[in-house]
């Protein structure tokens, strides 16, 4: 089987003007799945394009539509499995923040971790059988990344999922998530032209808006599981569209 992944980001990361910076997203298990969603989200977009009468050009993403538009697109997706990220970022190290290649190199880690924490709960829940994947496809919302840092995403995803990484500190090896993975294929995708990627993009935006209100936990949303950070306090809620 096959895992396709559409992600976005929202806020600013930037601990001097900013309390939270946001990952948010989507999880697809097949490509039957991942074409039935993209299907119905088209349509929720249609009606709300011809409702709130919004020319065919016009994306239709979060900072361009009104809040009970968002609020019905992601009500659409309840059916859908969803993740977030939530970073405090005044909880931070603030020597995080001295360079762009450590900022990034940060979010990066809190990427992986989200995506890791998600899978690894799918897989005790039984929902996901490790031994059964053998693609995961990674998209997330174009950037300012480097080429060389969207390399270095790629390949810690990578280690992370089907070699095992190493934890130099504790001396620890921790073993892969997916040993017959054959490969993390990521692209950063124009959201204007990829479907999901909008999702991704309102996805983000409701937890980022929840988290401001919330001390950056994101509770009580379907089908949806959240990561909180530096607190390593994880927030599981809604699974029961996952449970046997």
């Known amino acids: 089987m096959n895992i396709y992944v559409y992600s976005d980001e929202s806020g600013v990361f930037d601990h001097l003007h900013n309390d939270y910076f946001v990952f948010g997203g989507i999880i697809c298990f097949s490509t039957k799945e991942r074409n039935d969603n993209a299907r119905k989200y088209s349509h929720v977009e249609k009606v709300i394009r011809e409702s709130g009468k919004y020319p065919e050009d016009y994306e239709l993403k ?95 995803l990578l280690n992370e999922f089907k070699f095992g990484t190493f934890n130099f500190e504790w001396d620890k090896y921790f073993d892969p998530i997916f040993p017959r993975l054959k ?25 980022y808006h929840i988290a401001l209100g919330n001390g950056g936990t994101v509770k009580g949303q379907r089908n949806m599981f959240s990561f909180l950070l530096p607190d390593t306090v994880v927030v599981e809620d809604g699974f029961d569209y996952f449970k046997k």
């Open 183 to 207: 490969d993390v294929c990521l692209q950063f995708a124009d959201s204007s032209r990829d479907t999901l990627v909008r999702a991704a993009d309102i996805v983000a935006n409701h937890c």
């Open 62 to 156: 979060a900072s361009n539509i009104t809040n009970a538009e968002k609020g019905k697109i992601f009500r659409s997706l309840n059916n859908v499995f969803k993740f977030s990220v939530s970073i405090r970022e005044k909880a931070l190290n603030f020597s995080i923040f001295n360079s762009k290649r450590h900022k990034q190199r940060y979010l990066d880690y809190a990427y992986k971790l989200v995506l890791k924490k998600c899978f690894e709960t799918l897989i005790k829940q039984g929902y996901l059988n490790p031994d059964d994947v053998d693609y995961i496809y990674v998209y997330a919302d174009e950037h300012s990344t480097a080429t060389d840092g969207k390399y270095e995403l790629r390949e810690n």
